[in-house]
């Protein structure tokens, strides 16, 4: 089970922007957080994965998806430091980028203890699950105007309701959102 806590993008910014936060997991938030990866994605992504020409990654173990590879949305900005990240460590297109070491990938629970430990630095009061970077990149970029049906598509999730479960929405917001379209209510109501 994983924490229902949301970051704030001052909360990221602030993590990233650490004096003393290690490359290595500058890049373990951004693999998390842009492209919205769960934690078993972002730790099989490989070196040879990330694909700059079409500004996106190759997810090949995503959830129920064996054998299967998709193609996941990351803006240049983030892959171009991915990109040197990788660089820099001298690794090869089979090595992974999450790391334990150079020739294994890290595994979920270390990357937990390493993002929670991160973040007690920006936020001592705050507990967070490693499915908080996904869970609040989908709340950043809802409120940021993309459609749910996007937010869902870069989640890779099969229906919607499954993405709904991931944002805070309340009444309140449905009933102002409302508010500035152009309701097929109004008309009806007219004649009511």
């Not at 990866?37 to 959830?63: F, Q």
């Not at 629970?109 to 499915?131: C, E, F, M, R, W």
């Not at 950043?140 to 996007?150: A, I, K, N, T």
Request: net charge positive; aromatic share 8%.
């Amino acid at each position: 089970m994983y924490s229902k806590e949301w970051l704030r993008v001052e909360e990221i910014e602030s993590m990233l922007s650490l004096p003393n936060l290690e490359e290595k997991y500058e890049i373990w938030i951004l693999l998390l957080y842009v492209p919205a990866l769960r934690v078993t994605e972002a730790i099989n992504v490989r070196d040879r994965d990330l694909d700059l020409e079409g500004e996106s990654i190759d997810i090949w173990k995503g959830k129920g998806k064996d054998g299967y590879m998709e193609k996941v949305p990351c803006d240049i900005a983030t892959l171009k430091r991915i990109k040197r990240y990788s660089q820099h460590n001298n690794l090869r297109p089979n090595d992974y980028i999450m790391f334990s070491n150079k020739s294994g990938k890290v595994h979920r629970s270390h990357v937990y203890k390493v993002v929670n430990k991160i973040l007690q630095q920006v936020n001592p009061d705050k507990t967070i699950g490693t499915h908080t970077f996904r869970r609040s990149r989908a709340q950043h970029l809802l409120d940021s105007g993309l459609p749910l049906v996007y937010v869902s598509k870069l989640l890779r999730h099969k229906n919607l309701s499954t993405t709904m479960h991931y944002l805070n929405v309340s009444v309140t917001d449905i009933q102002r959102e409302m508010e500035k379209i152009s309701d097929p209510m109004d008309k009806i109501s007219a004649v009511i």
